[in-house]
C-alpha cells in the first residue's frame, strides 16, 4: 500500500524563523511529488518535483526532493504570519492516476 | 473561466439519509477525485475516476458510492452506511503531463451529520 507520512504534524514558530517541513514516501514506481499549502479551504499548489526536476524555489520557499532517501523537504525562510496553513505533501505512482496525501503539517507563525 | 465546481459548499444530512455532492470540472481533464478531510488532517482518498465510466476505490471508500457518465462530472453520494460522515469534501482533477501530474482543487463541500 502507497504511504506518505509528513512531520511534524504540527510547528509553532516566530516571525522570521526558518522551519524545514519533512515528507517521506512508499510508493511503487515514483513519478512526482507535490507541496500543497492549504488555509481555509481548497488547497493551493506549491510546488511540483519529479525525477528530472529535484529542487524547486519560490521567493522564500523552496524544496528539494531525495530520491535516495524517497522523502522531500519544504523549506520556508524568514517566516510570516501568512505563512500560517496547513502544508500538504502527496506523491503520484506510476501505473495509475492514484494520488496519495499525507497528513499534512499544521505550520502556526506567531508575530 | 477554467475551473472545478463543487457544490453544495455547506450541507445537513439526517442520519439515514444518502446525500450527493456534485462536481463538475470544464478543464478537459481526464482523471477525477474525490478527498475527504477531518479536521486537522490530511487528505484521504475516497475514490478517482481516470476515465469516463471507469472509477477505482480509494483508501476509505465504504460508505460512499461515485458514478462518471461524462467525463466533466464525478458525483459523490454519502450513503447511510457511512458511519461518520461528517466532513469537509474536496473533488480535483488531473491533466497528465509529461513530466508528471498537477492537481487542481474544487473549493470544497463541508458536510455535517444532525
Known amino acids: 500500500e502507497d504511504k506518505v507520512v509528513q512531520s511534524p504534524l504540527s510547528l509553532v514558530v516566530h516571525e522570521g524563523d526558518t522551519v524545514t517541513l519533512n515528507c517521506s514516501y512508499e510508493?511503487?514506481?515514483?513519478?512526482?511529488l507535490l507541496w500543497y499549502k492549504q488555509e481555509k479551504k481548497a488547497p493551493t499548489f506549491l510546488f511540483m518535483l519529479?525525477?528530472?526536476?529535484i529542487e524547486k524555489k519560490s521567493g522564500r520557499l523552496s524544496s528539494i526532493l531525495d530520491k535516495k532517501e524517497l522523502s522531500s523537504i519544504l523549506n520556508i525562510t524568514a517566516t510570516q504570519t501568512g505563512d500560517s496553513a496547513i502544508y500538504l505533501c502527496a506523491v503520484k505512482s506510476g501505473g495509475s492516476e492514484k494520488l496519495v496525501f499525507g497528513k499534512g503539517t499544521k505550520l502556526t507563525v506567531n508575530p | 473561466d477554467g475551473g472545478i465546481t463543487q457544490s453544495p459548499k455547506y450541507l445537513f444530512r439526517k442520519e439515514g439519509q444518502n446525500v450527493t455532492l456534485s462536481c463538475e470540472q470544464n478543464?478537459?481533464?481526464?482523471?477525477m477525485y474525490w478527498y475527504r478531510q477531518d479536521p486537522g488532517q490530511g487528505l484521504r482518498l475516497i475514490y478517482y475516476s481516470q476515465i469516463v465510466n471507469d472509477f477505482q476505490k480509494g483508501d476509505i471508500a465504504e460508505g460512499y458510492s461515485v458514478s462518471r457518465e461524462k467525463k466533466e462530472s464525478f458525483p459523490l453520494t454519502v450513503t447511510s452506511a457511512q458511519k461518520n460522515p461528517t466532513a469537509f469534501y474536496l473533488c480535483a482533477s488531473t491533466v497528465s503531463e509529461r513530466s508528471g501530474n498537477t492537481i487542481y482543487f474544487g473549493e470544497g463541500s463541508w458536510l455535517t451529520v444532525v
Open positions: 478543464l478537459n481533464h481526464d482523471a
Open positions: 510508493v511503487t514506481n515514483f513519478r512526482s
Open positions: 519529479t525525477s528530472s526536476g
